[in-house]
C-alpha cells in the first residue's frame, strides 16, 4: 500500500515536471486549444497587466512557432485550468500591449489538434440579445456599403457589469467584397483600439471580440454597441429580379469582470439585393437632382429642399426603430425635430427621382 502509494507520488511528480518541462506557447492562442482566435483575445485582455518570469531569450517574440516556457506564473485563468503565461504572447514577462502584435500577426493560424472555444447560447426573448439594425435603412443595390448597428440590451434589461464581449457575424461569401469588412465597437472610447477582428470574408464570416481591459466594466450598458460595414460585390445579382441574402450572428461570448459568461443570443436579418442597371437607369432619366439638407447638427428644425418632387420621409433612430413616417409633397419641407431627444437619427426622404439618407445629429446647443 505504502509503495504504491510511493509510486503514484513519483509517477505525479514525473508527470508534472514533464508537465513544466515540455509547456510552450503558441503565440496569441492565449487559451492552449491549438487556435489564434477572438476568443484569445478576451482572455488576454482579461488578465492584461499581470506579470511573471519572462522566457528565455531565445524564445521571445510573437512569431507563430513553438515558444518552450521556462516557468509558469502560479495564477491561473478565471474559468481555465490553465496558466497565465499563455497571455504573455511575446514572452518578455508582463502581459501589456506589445502582446497585442500575436493578435494582428496570427489570427486564424492553427497549431495541429483545435479543441473547439465553448460558447454559451442564449434562447431569443429569454437571455440578451444581439440585435442587427441597418444603417441607413432602404434600397440596397450591388457595390452598396453596409452598416449594421449591433445593439445589446434595453433600458429595463440593462448588460450588467459589461468586460467584453466575442462574436462571429456570418454571411454569404459570395456576395460580400473581400477586403472591405470592419468593425467599430462603441462600449469603448473613440481612441481605445484594443479589438480584435479576423475576416474571413471567403468563408462567410468575421469574427469579432472587444474588451474594456484596463478601464474597468460598465456597471449597467444597453444600446448600440458596435458597428459592422461590408460592401456588397458588384455583379452578383443577374439580371432578374433581386436576390435575396442573409446575416446572422452566432458563437457569441459576453463575460463580466469575473469573466463570467451570460448567455447571449443573436440575430439574423434578411436583405434583398438590386441589381445596379435598374438604379443607373433611373439616374440617366434624372441626372440632375439636387438635394440638400440643412443644418446639420440640427438644432430644432431641418430643412429639406430638392428640385424634384418630395413623396415621403421617414426617421429611425440609434437604434434602427422607425420613430416617424409621412408623406411629403412640394419642393421644400420643414421637418420639426424639436420634440425628440438628442441624438443620432437616421432620415430617408424618397423623391420623384430616388431615395435619399442621411445621418442626423439633434443637438439643442
Ligand atoms: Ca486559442
Ligand atoms: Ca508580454
Not at 32 to 58: K, M, S
Not at 74 to 92: H, Q, R, S, T
Request: charged share 20%; aromatic share 10%.
Amino acid at each position: 500500500m505504502r509503495i504504491n502509494n510511493l509510486l503514484s507520488t513519483s509517477c505525479l511528480l514525473i508527470f508534472l515536471s514533464i508537465q513544466t518541462l515540455s509547456a510552450q506557447v503558441w503565440p496569441g492562442d492565449v487559451n492552449n486549444n491549438g487556435l489564434v482566435n477572438h476568443i484569445d483575445f478576451l482572455y488576454w485582455a482579461q488578465v492584461y497587466g499581470e506579470t511573471g518570469p519572462p522566457r528565455g531569450e531565445d524564445e521571445m517574440g510573437v512569431d507563430f512557432s513553438e515558444k518552450l516556457i521556462d516557468a509558469e506564473w502560479g495564477m491561473e485563468f478565471p474559468d481555465l485550468p490553465l496558466d497565465i503565461v499563455y497571455a504573455d504572447c511575446d514572452g518578455n514577462g508582463v502581459i501589456d500591449e506589445e502582446d497585442y502584435f500575436a493578435f494582428l500577426l496570427n489570427m486564424g493560424l492553427n497549431s495541429g489538434v483545435i479543441t473547439s472555444d465553448i460558447f454559451v447560447d442564449g434562447l431569443s426573448g429569454v437571455d440578451p440579445q444581439i440585435e442587427i439594425g441597418m444603417i441607413p435603412p432602404g434600397i440596397i443595390t450591388e457595390g452598396s456599403f453596409l452598416t449594421f448597428l449591433l445593439s445589446l440590451g434595453t433600458e429595463d434589461s440593462p448588460i450588467n457589469d459589461f468586460n467584453g464581449i466575442a462574436f462571429t457575424m456570418n454571411f454569404a461569401p459570395d456576395v460580400i467584397a473581400p477586403n472591405f469588412a470592419g468593425f467599430q465597437p462603441t462600449w469603448v472610447p473613440d481612441d481605445f483600439t484594443y479589438s480584435a477582428s479576423y475576416y474571413q470574408v471567403d468563408a462567410g464570416k468575421i469574427d469579432v471580440a472587444f474588451h474594456r481591459r484596463d478601464l474597468g466594466p460598465l456597471p449597467e450598458a444597453f444600446g448600440p454597441f458596435g458597428i459592422v460595414s461590408l460592401v456588397i460585390e458588384d455583379d452578383v445579382v443577374g439580371h432578374n429580379g433581386s436576390l435575396e441574402t442573409y446575416f446572422y450572428i452566432d458563437n457569441i461570448r459576453l463575460v463580466d469582470s469575473e469573466f463570467s459568461s451570460t448567455p447571449t443570443a443573436g440575430d439574423s436579418i434578411t436583405l434583398n439585393i438590386f441589381p445596379n442597371d435598374i438604379v443607373a437607369s433611373e439616374d440617366e432619366i434624372e441626372p440632375e437632382e439636387t438635394f440638400e439638407l440643412y443644418p446639420n447638427p440640427v438644432v430644432d428644425q431641418v430643412q429639406i429642399q430638392t428640385n424634384r418632387n418630395l413623396e415621403r420621409l421617414t426617421l429611425w433612430d440609434a437604434l434602427g426603430q422607425q420613430i416617424h413616417d409621412q408623406t411629403l409633397s412640394g419642393k421644400l419641407h420643414s421637418f420639426d425635430m424639436q420634440h425628440l431627444p438628442e441624438g443620432m437619427y437616421y432620415l430617408e426622404v424618397q423623391t420623384s427621382s430616388g431615395i435619399h439618407n442621411r445621418k442626423l445629429v439633434l443637438h439643442r446647443r
